[in-house]
Nanobody, 114 residues
Framework: QVQLVESGGGLVQPGGSLRLSCAAS????????MGWYRQAPGKQREWVAQ???????NYADSVKGRFTISRDNENNLVYLKMNGLRPEDTAVYYC????????WGQGTQVTVSS
């Protein structure tokens, strides 16, 4: 079965950086588009970034120029490098992929606060 496990979250000051990781198992990783989503308290889960099988990337306007999604197909990993973090980036960040259903990781908390 497909499993996604996020890590790398934590507390960071505004303007700081974090790199989130998502370890995937139970799938032919290189065949899957991967994405990052986030959900702040009281808010809907929102799409943040995606990376295709070919490595092409797309970003939400709110993070464009600050976040970078990447993947390591040999190790079944997808990353989200977050620079210039803002308090409004505070959320639980989730890794996502899909075949005939959607798969989510358990999430990792990112808190941006001074």
């Amino acid at each position: 079965q497909v499993q996604l496990v996020e890590s790398g979250g934590g507390l960071v000051q505004p303007g700081g950086s974090l790199r989130l990781s998502c370890a995937a198992s139970g799938l032919v990783f290189s065949a899957y588009t991967m994405g990052w989503y986030r959900q702040a308290p009281g808010k809907q889960r929102e799409w943040v970034a995606q990376i295709s099988r070919s490595g092409s990337t797309n970003y939400a306007d709110s993070v464009k120029g600050r976040f970078t999604i990447s993947r390591d197909n040999e190790n079944n990993l997808v990353y989200l490098k977050m620079n210039g973090l803002r308090p409004e980036d505070t959320a639980v960040y989730y890794c996502r992929t899909q075949d005939n259903r959607v798969y989510w990781g358990q999430g990792t908390q990112v808190t941006v606060s001074s």
